[in-house]
């Protein structure tokens, strides 16, 4: 299951859901740029928009990200670190690329994340 942690987890598809039913379609877990090997969680292709929403405890979450297992913290904490280098890293390619990234958090609640998401893209789309 380790493999497949970052896909359908359940406040994505909360939020693929909304925006889904609001009319907006969108690719899932796809790379929006070719040559970079990142994937996405929600990608609007043509409209050069990229959501991740990441988990509290791999991308080191301020409110819950702290939480690390005691037995393994350094461990932990050094995978964390990575995740969030990575994060950043990805970030910066999109956005030299002409990307918009939208990052949320998985505590994050559905309903407020599927609403910014699509304020943004139809500020795209008609702006
Ligand atoms: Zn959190």
Redesign the pocket.
């Known amino acids: 299951m380790q493999a497949n942690r970052s896909r359908d987890t359940k406040p994505e598809i909360a939020v693929r859901r909304l925006l889904h039913a609001h009319g907006l379609r969108y690719r899932v877990d796809a790379r929006p740029l070719p040559d970079l090997r990142r994937r996405a969680d929600i990608v609007f292709t043509r409209l050069k928009i990229a959501v991740f929403i990441d988990g509290?405890f791999w991308h080191g979450?301020p409110?819950?990200?702290t939480a690390t297992p005691k037995s393994h913290s350094d461990y932990w904490q050094e995978k964390i670190a990575r995740n969030r280098e990575r994060d950043a890293e990805t970030n910066r390619a999109l956005v030299d690329a002409g990307w918009v990234v939208l990052r949320y958090?998985?505590?994050e609640g559905a309903q407020e994340v599927a609403e910014a998401i699509e304020a943004t893209v139809k500020s795209t789309r008609d702006g």
């Open positions: 509290c979450c409110e819950h990200g958090w998985e505590h």
